[in-house]
């Protein structure tokens, strides 16, 4: 079984796709100290190190991988990029934690590496922040593929699109192209439309059987429904999300219910047929984003954002509420890594066919 490492690992959702695809997980790196302990007590057979990567002697910390590693995960920030211009990528202190990232494939020389991030880091500065990256790593050996993939292409349930740059060593590999049907906010979260604003808890039963073979994979491992709980709303939330019926927005209320919100979507529904928005780390708000049930009065709940990000049931999500919104926000949806991962498999077996 091929091994993985992930950096700036979050709960792990990368971790969870390449599980999926058939890699075992050997380390995983994150400095958030909740979101560590909800990865390690979804993954507790990996090592985890809750640490800031900028403290880890990567000599010490990674020798005993070196020979054992197969790829190297992560999405280290990278902000010190404009449209601009790009200045050089270790000038600029914002990108110190994309010098980790490469400074441990450096060491570790993995057969591939998959880095994700926003997708303005392929177009920055015409494209200067993008052959920088591409030089660094060709000077280790390693031939690049990069492309901004929407996880809706994929088999997720959600339009998010990411920058992904992926390095194989010593040879060229491509990322996957779009290769499924969309799959629809109903299709995600039908079953779970029982709660009204305030209810539910940590741990319940299904209510509902599974109303699409979308939901029937995100319950096959679950017998106990965890982490639908909706936000207890205000009443003048409560008002203003009577005045929204299913398929429309702010543009419904009255003026004395506008609010300043700048946020795109802002008091809008989901729309059950098509694809969600990208999930945030605000989707309990219905200010902050398209986030509102596609007909009930309240936000989504973590377990349906999770739903909208690909994370099986059973995958629990640990911590307060807004620890929980962050990790789910913040994740690679596992489906889409695992498309990814299931490339570098496939490359790996034919790899192991020409020997």
Known sequence: MPNIIDLFSGVGGISLGFQQAGFNVLLANEIDKDISESYKKNHPNIRMINEDITKLNIET?????????????????????????????????????????YKVVAFVKPSYFLMENVPNILS???????????????????TLDSN????????????????????????ALELP???????????????????????????????????????KLMRKNSSVLYNHVATKHSQIALERLKLIPPGKGR???????????????????????????????????PSSGRFTHPFLDRAITVREAARIQSFPDDFIFFGNKSSQMKQVGNAVPPLLAKEIAEVIIQDLKDIDIHK
């Not at 500065?125 to 050996?141: C, D, M, R, T, W």
């Not at 700048?262 to 098509?274: F, P, Q, V």
């Open 61 to 101: 910390i990674f020798e005993t991988y070196k020979s054992q590693t197969d790829v190297i995960v992560g999405g280290p920030p990278c902000q010190g990029f404009s449209q601009k211009g790009a200045r050089k990528l270790f000038d600029d202190e914002r990108n110190f934690l994309f010098n980790y990232f």
């Open 124 to 142: 920055a500065g015409n494209q200067a922040f993008k052959h920088e990256i591409y030089n660094l790593f060709e000077e280790l050996g390693y």
């Open 148 to 171: 901004v993939l929407n996880a809706a292409d994929f088999g997720v349930p959600q339009n998010r699109r990411r920058a992904f740059i992926l390095g194989k060593l010593n040879g």
């Open 177 to 215: 192209k779009k290769n499924k049907k969309n799959i629809t906010v109903k299709d995600a979260i039908s079953d779970l439309a029982f709660l009204n604003s305030g209810e539910g808890k940590l741990e319940q039963s299904y209510k509902v059987s599974p109303q699409s073979d979308y939901q």
């Open 251 to 285: 543009e419904m209320l009255p003026e004395e219910h506008l609010t300043k919100s700048i946020y795109s979507g802002t008091w809008s529904r989901m729309l059950e047929d098509s694809p969600s928005v990208t999930i945030t780390t605000r989707f309990d708000t």
